[in-house]
């Protein structure tokens, strides 16, 4: 069961890490064009909402009321650790690059990242790997491209 409480913090990290900091700095970029409030979002969401995750996994563990003690503190530091490294991944573009380089570096990172996690869970489970990826791909790029509008309608109403 200790593998179990790993794989759903990871899993649950992983996505929420990457689906979460992509939707911000997308909406954030198209609101703002600000490298250091996108930094700032990074930071916030690899922090506060690692937290907040970790926490959502540790309550909802419990209340399955079919875990031990060990398994639910493991699920809950697999969550936050893995939300709070691959959000900080996100950082490193919006170091190196121009900020619409940036972002298109972290949007191809972020979906081949999750391509790659969704393509490995579907063959152990020995699922059709293009309905799991096309799944996963399609959520993703809702969530970005809705954070996109949302930043820009921000913009024009109070920029």
Same mark, same amino acid.
Request: proline share 1%.
């Given at each position: 069961? #200790? ?5 759903? @913090?990871?899993?649950? @990290? +992983? ?6 900091? #992509?939707?911000?700095?997308?909406? #954030?970029?198209? @609101?703002?064009?600000? $490298? !250091?409030?996108? &930094? ?14 970790? +926490? @959502?996994?540790? &309550?909802?563990? *419990? ?17 936050? =650790?893995? $939300? /709070?490294? =691959? ?9 190196? /690059?121009? +900020? ?10 972020? !979906?081949?990242? #999750? ?10 489970? $020995? ?7 096309? *799944? ?21 109403? =109070?920029?």
């Amino acid at each position: 069961m #200790l593998k179990h409480s790993l794989r759903v @913090g990871f899993s649950f @990290g +992983l996505t929420s890490g990457i689906i979460t900091t #992509l939707g911000l700095m997308v909406g #954030l970029n198209a @609101g703002t064009h600000s $490298k !250091l409030a996108i &930094i700032g979002g990074i930071l916030t969401i690899a922090i506060a909402d690692a937290f907040s995750d970790a +926490l @959502g996994i540790h &309550i909802s563990e *419990e209340s399955e009321n079919r875990h031990t003690h060990k398994e639910i503190w493991t699920a809950t530091a697999a969550t936050f =650790f893995s $939300k /709070f490294i =691959f959000a900080l991944t996100f950082t490193i573009p919006v170091l190196l /690059f121009e +900020l619409p380089m940036a972002i298109s570096v972290s949007v191809a990172w972020g !979906l081949t990242a #999750l391509c790659i996690f969704s393509y490995g869970m579907a063959k152990e489970q $020995k699922q059709s790997s293009w309905k799991v990826v096309g *799944e996963h791909l399609i959520i993703t790029l809702a969530v970005i491209i809705l954070a996109y509008y949302v930043g820009r309608w921000i913009s024009s109403v =109070f920029g």
